[in-house]
């Protein structure tokens, strides 16, 4: 499962997302994707996001069975405590 959402992003970058994903709500994408086209579309996300922000989340084998990464002005930073990903807001750090 893949899970993105975007804030003020351009309107071809949702158009963009929307080809690969479903868009269950503004600005919310879901679809269950390979690695190799998450990826490709993470880069998507990097060249058209603007003045927006992202995260993308994905099920993984891990501890706490999902990864994440963020983009943008407004994003909040992955920090690991005893292998267990957590997301805080620049500020926070």
């Not at 893949?2 to 997302?17: A, D, W």
């Not at 060249?47 to 922000?53: A, H, S, Y």
């Amino acid at each position: 499962m893949l899970v993105i959402v975007t804030e003020n992003v351009p309107p071809r970058l949702r158009g963009r997302l929307a080809v690969w994903l479903i868009e269950i709500r503004a600005g919310v994408y879901i679809g269950d994707l390979s690695a190799r086209v998450r990826e490709m579309i993470w880069q998507q996300v990097e060249v058209g996001i603007e003045e927006g922000n992202a995260i993308m989340t994905w099920s993984t084998n891990t501890k706490s069975g999902f990864d994440f990464l963020t983009l943008g002005e407004n994003r909040r930073l992955p920090v690991e405590f005893e292998r267990v990903l957590f997301s805080l807001c620049n500020n926070m750090l």
